[in-house]
């Protein structure tokens, strides 16, 4: 069964830092496209970063340039987003996704075939 298992959110006060982890089973991460995206209540869900299926083009919104990271390990079939410097803004559900074709592009756009479950970051006092 095609599962993306995410992990890692939390409560975190301005400034501090989160890791979110993203576990995929039945679904290797080698060659294919990945992303998270986030949703903050009362808004529509907003990509956050991509990477592309070989690994080389990595693109971010301008909101978390410079502070969110993207990565992957293929061998523990695992996605992650290092979150830096946090925002009260940031806080929001966030989201790993992976495209379903090979070696496609990054993509700032919810165009992905599978979702992880989501997870709550909160930054706050």
């Known amino acids: 069964q095609l599962q993306l298992v995410q992990s890692g959110g939390g409560l975190v006060q301005p400034g501090g830092s989160l890791r979110l982890s993203c576990t995929t089973s039945g679904l290797t991460l080698s060659a294919r496209a990945i992303g998270w995206f986030r949703q903050a209540p009362g808004k529509e869900r907003e990509a956050v970063t991509c990477?592309?299926?070989?690994?080389?083009?990595?693109n971010y919104a301008d909101s978390v340039k410079g502070r969110f990271t993207i990565s992957r390990d293929v061998a523990k079939s695992t996605l992650y987003l290092q979150m830096n410097t946090l925002k009260p803004e940031d806080t929001a559900v966030y989201y790993c996704?992976?495209?379903?074709?090979?070696?496609?592009?990054?993509?700032?756009?919810?165009?992905?075939?599978?979702w992880g479950q989501g997870t709550q970051v909160t930054v706050s006092l």
């Open positions: 996704a992976a495209q379903r074709l090979l070696f496609g592009k990054c993509m700032l756009s919810p165009e992905y075939d599978y």
């Open positions: 990477m592309s299926g070989t690994g080389d083009v990595t």
